[in-house]
């Protein structure tokens, strides 16, 4: 079992006692009144309780919520986790997944043809406006008093609040960029209140203005627990991060582009970070130890002190304590299935049957045999190819009576050594049913990959840019290249960060979402078409158009 942080245990108490419900008519209140997660006896206890509300902020972004209750109604609990939904948004319709299992609630989302009233597009949308929600309640609640902190409380809750903001960031990125004209609204929207509708550039501008803030306070404080957390949490490296995700698709949301800026922030975070492990990049000796079981020594906020850096954003599950079919979990369980020795692969007792990979990302940014059995790139190490009995091709994308194409598995239930070898170590862990490997929702690769675009678009330093495309290329046991450019830069990305939810949002700022570039089954054409230009933008849920009085996007 891993050593979760505390902020963990008890967390779930305040909610659930409190019968705080996200269903979604509650959604058109952002933030929801704090006073619904205060106890009568705050003051007799306002560090312990102080903590264990933030740890409900913490808990919506690792699991489904308080002791497994989803905290959203109408759809399924494991489907609406974090980690879930912005895999979902990202991928689902893109190039790189499809979800096979047909149903109302997904409608038919896995083909890009999206609609107002699918329960999935509610579900999705709903997580993150929720999260946003509990991050300004914890705010609220602090900066109104109903914690009754002492002075010697105040510099605790002040770090909560920046934590607070960065994660609601996180939150802000995935609906503003997926959804476009969303509700935005901080701690200062009164209780009560329905938060505007705001567009894309006006979300970017004011998260980044915020995260530029709380990053500069990080800097000229070095010794504030932000600048190094504890595991579980977030600070410096995650709010950095997050500006590079951000700046790096500013023209994507209406803004200027901000390509100075990914280089500057990614910069600072790479000569923080790039310590230890593959040529003392930061980033582990093999690819695989990034999404083992014993995945969380090489965070950031780890407490193992590997000496490696590569998860930046981490987000911690357990077996025994924080379950939910989210993150490492789901992205073993929902490929494994299709054969009785199938999920032993990834040392797994379960499997859904539920996802299948396009044969357009397989082919297109992976080299392989003439007959597609192995590859020489050792992200595919834990695939199942046609080697294994699976099909390149996808004949369809639909049911899961057999596999309608690879399974593109990163994840695995087993523990690795921290060495060059990344052997598996002689002892593993169970093969059970909810598996409990963290989440690596922001990595050290994906910073290197995102300097290496940024310094490309400016026509900067493109030996700079070599450097970095060729770091995460020889990592994965392939030849470097020569020089870099933008074809070289879209393949390594597209080879390296597959199922990390990013992809989406990747293939608009290379205009190869809408048009241009087309794969299996996109738009519900086995070549692929063309999506129309409504598909920019996600719809607005029709329930928060009824409710909220929002506008919906064009199209829909």
Request: one cysteine or more; glycine letters at 8%; a negative charge.
């Given at each position: ?8 245990f ?6 659930a006692a409190?019968?705080?419900s996200?269903?979604?008519g ?78 109302a ?14 329960p ?28 009754k ?14 934590q ?66 504890t ?41 923080r ?41 981490d987000?911690?599950s ?24 199938e999920?032993?692969k ?27 059995t ?25 049911g899961?009576?057999e ?16 060495d ?9 862990p ?8 963290d989440?690596?929702?922001?990595r ?36 470097p290249?020569?020089a ?51 598909m ?10 009824n409710?909220?009085?929002y506008?919906?996007?064009?199209g829909?």
């Amino acid at each position: 079992m891993k050593a979760i942080s505390k902020i963990f245990f008890g967390a779930g108490a305040l909610l659930a006692a409190a019968g705080f419900s996200a269903c979604t008519g509650d959604l058109d209140l952002l933030p929801t009144d704090p006073r619904s997660l205060t106890a009568a006896d705050f003051e007799k206890d306002p560090q312990n309780y102080m903590e264990q509300v933030m740890a409900d902020v913490y808990l919506n972004y690792s699991s489904v919520g308080p002791n497994m209750n989803s905290v959203i109604g109408g759809f399924d609990g494991g489907m609406c986790s974090f980690s879930r939904v912005a895999i979902q948004l990202e991928c689902f319709a893109s190039d790189e997944m499809a979800w096979t299992i047909a149903g109302a609630e997904w409608g038919n989302f896995r083909y890009g043809q999206m609609a107002a009233n699918m329960p999935a597009i509610l579900g999705t949308y709903s997580r993150l406006v929720v999260n946003v929600s509990l991050c300004n309640d914890f705010i609220q609640t602090v900066n109104n008093g109903y914690f009754k902190l002492t002075e010697e409380l105040q510099p605790q809750a002040d770090e909560f609040i920046r934590q607070a903001q960065i994660l609601r960031a996180g939150a802000f990125f995935y609906l503003m960029d997926c959804f476009g004209n969303v509700p935005y609204g901080h701690e200062e929207i009164a209780i009560g209140s329905t938060a505007p509708q705001c567009d894309a550039k006006t979300v970017y501008e004011g998260e980044t203005a915020l995260l530029e803030e709380i990053v500069a306070y990080y800097k000229a404080n070095p010794s504030s627990p932000g600048v190094r957390p504890t595991y579980g949490y977030v600070g410096l490296d995650v709010a950095e991060a997050l500006l590079v995700k951000y700046y790096l698709n500013a023209v994507s949301y209406g803004a200027p582009a901000a390509y100075d800026k990914v280089i500057d922030h990614s910069e600072a975070i790479i000569s923080r970070l790039a310590k230890g492990g593959f040529r003392n990049s930061g980033l582990c000796y093999k690819y695989w130890q990034v999404f083992g079981h014993n995945n969380d020594q090489y965070a950031v906020c780890s407490q193992n002190n590997s000496g490696i850096n590569e998860i930046i954003w981490d987000q911690v599950s357990d077996e025994t304590y924080l379950q939910g079919w989210t993150g490492g979990a789901f992205l073993v369980n929902a490929w494994a299935g299709f054969d009785g020795g199938e999920a032993s692969k990834w040392n797994a007792s379960n499997g859904w049957k539920c996802m299948a990979a396009r044969s357009t990302f397989v082919t297109t940014y992976f080299d392989w045999d003439a007959n597609y059995t192995v590859s020489p790139d050792e992200r595919t190490a834990l695939w199942c190819t046609t080697k294994d009995g699976f099909p390149v091709e996808n004949e369809n994308i639909t049911g899961n009576a057999e596999p309608h194409g690879f399974m593109t598995v990163k994840y695995s239930n087993f523990d690795f050594e921290n060495d060059a070898t990344g052997a598996k170590c002689a002892t593993q862990p169970d093969a059970v049913d909810n598996l409990g490997i963290d989440y690596a929702a922001i990595r050290l690769a994906e910073i290197y990959l995102s300097a290496a675009e940024a310094y490309i678009q400016l026509g900067s330093n493109n030996d700079k840019a070599t450097e970095y495309v060729n770091l995460i290329r020889e990592r994965a046991g392939l030849d470097p290249y020569s020089a870099v450019s933008m074809p070289e830069l879209i393949r390594e990305r597209s080879a390296e960060l597959y199922n990390e939810g990013c992809r989406r949002t990747d293939l608009i700022r290379w205009n190869m979402w809408l048009s241009g570039y087309n794969w299996s089954w996109k738009n519900g054409v086995p070549q692929g078409a063309d999506y129309g230009p409504e598909m920019r933008w996600f719809p607005i849920p029709s329930q928060m158009i009824n409710q909220g009085g929002y506008k919906q996007n064009p199209g829909y």
